[in-house]
């Protein structure tokens, strides 16, 4: 079954401050991976490796004003968490140790 995405050309909602854990700055250093187009991919709705219910709970999060999760699993086979605050006011790069 094919399942329209739900990814956006433009941005979906705000980041606020961007932070970054220095685990998850190394993390994707290692990897070679743009931290911009990760944070590209979250602003436009790429969650990444979710479930499709935590999927769903970020499309509504948008519209509600809640919390935004996304997760990407890299090339070197860590994944990376980016939380979006329900405020908007930061956007933090994090690993699952680091929560």
């Given at each position: 079954?094919?399942?329209?995405?739900?990814?956006?050309t433009?941005?979906?909602?705000k980041?606020g401050?961007?932070?970054?854990?220095?685990?998850?700055?190394?993390?994707?250093?290692?990897?070679?991976?743009?931290?911009?187009?990760?944070?590209?991919?979250?602003l436009?709705?790429?969650?990444?490796?979710?479930s499709?219910?935590?999927?769903q709970?970020?499309?509504?999060?948008i519209?509600?004003?809640?919390?935004?999760?996304?997760?990407?699993?890299?090339?070197?086979?860590?994944?990376?968490?980016?939380?979006?605050?329900?405020?908007?006011?930061?956007?933090?790069?994090?690993?699952?140790?680091?929560y």
């Open positions: 079954m094919n399942v329209p995405s739900t990814h956006h433009g941005p979906r909602f980041l401050r961007i932070l970054a854990t220095p685990g998850a700055l190394e993390v994707i250093a290692d990897a070679r991976v743009s931290i911009v187009d990760l944070l590209i991919k979250h436009r709705g790429d969650w990444g490796d979710l499709d219910s935590d999927r709970q970020n499309e509504q999060a519209v509600a004003g809640q919390r935004i999760v996304s997760s990407y699993v890299l090339a070197n086979r860590q994944t990376v968490w980016l939380v979006t605050e329900a405020d908007r006011s930061a956007t933090t790069f994090l690993l699952s140790g680091d």
